[in-house]
T-cell receptor
Framework: DAGVTQSPTHLIKTRGQHVTLRCSPI?????VSWYQQVLGQGPQFIFQ???????GRGNFPDRFSARQFPNYSSELNVNALLLGDSALYLC???????????????FGPGTRLTVL | RKEVEQDPGPFNVPEGATVAFNCTYS??????FFWYRQDCRKEPKLLMS???SGNEDGRFTAQLNRASQYISLLIRDSKLSDSATYLC????????FGAGTILRVKS
């Protein structure tokens, strides 16, 4: 069975540009979460979506937005990119939202974003 | 104070050694607990959930002490392939990760 997939694998952008990252969850999983991981740190929570509704938001500026589609795939959008947005962006899927049954999260390989 | 704190290491151990990692968390409302393993430039992979009664999976043993807000991971008979970063994770309706502990197992 396919795991969580993310695209693209790598991306290079310049300051001020916009980026869209994509994630497809494990088949049957209805919840998708997004994380940012900078070098030397653990992943930081950005968003969680369940059944197409936002269920949680981390401490990130409004330049970060996301959505979930009817097929449970998800997009993360970042506007007005800054140098500090350079990081590995991870998507994780689970059967259900955090705090409920089936909330164990499985991660995709990530998108490595470099902002120049 | 960070929500999840870990000793960053690195822990350099010989093959066959037993090594223990510790983790503390600050929010007593934390609902569930995990250890994830992350190899260099790869995604985190779930190693094991952590239960109050303690749980074991082969060479790996995890313990949770809710009163002290403390989580541990014990690895017995270390293998070269255990070399990775080990992430302590608590669930607060979102996963909160520690910064990770680096383990290097050497022959």
């Amino acid at each position: 069975d396919a795991g969580v997939t993310q695209s693209p694998t790598h991306l290079i952008k310049t300051r001020g540009q916009h980026v869209t990252l994509r994630c497809s969850p494990i088949s049957g999983h209805k919840s998708v979460s997004w994380y940012q991981q900078v070098l030397g740190q653990g992943p930081q929570f950005i968003f969680q979506y369940y059944e197409k509704e936002e269920r949680g938001r981390g401490n990130f500026p409004d330049r970060f937005s996301a959505r979930q589609f009817p097929n449970y795939s998800s997009e993360l959008n970042v506007n007005a990119l800054l140098l500090g947005d350079s990081a590995l962006y991870l998507c994780a899927s689970s059967l259900g939202p955090s705090g409920g049954p089936g909330d164990t999260q499985y991660f995709g390989p990530g998108t490595r974003l470099t902002v120049l | 104070r960070k929500e999840v704190e870990q000793d960053p290491g690195p822990f350099n151990v010989p093959e066959g050694a037993t090594v223990a990692f510790n983790c503390t968390y600050s929010n007593s409302a934390s609902q569930s607990f995990f250890w994830y393993r992350q190899d260099c430039r790869k995604e985190p992979k779930l190693l094991m959930s952590v239960y109050s009664s303690g749980n074991e999976d082969g060479r790996f043993t995890a313990q949770l002490n809710r009163a002290s807000q403390y989580i541990s991971l014990l690895i017995r008979d270390s293998k070269l392939s255990d070399s990775a970063t080990y992430l302590c994770v608590v669930n607060l309706n979102k996963l909160v990760f520690g910064a990770g502990t680096i383990l290097r197992v050497k022959s």
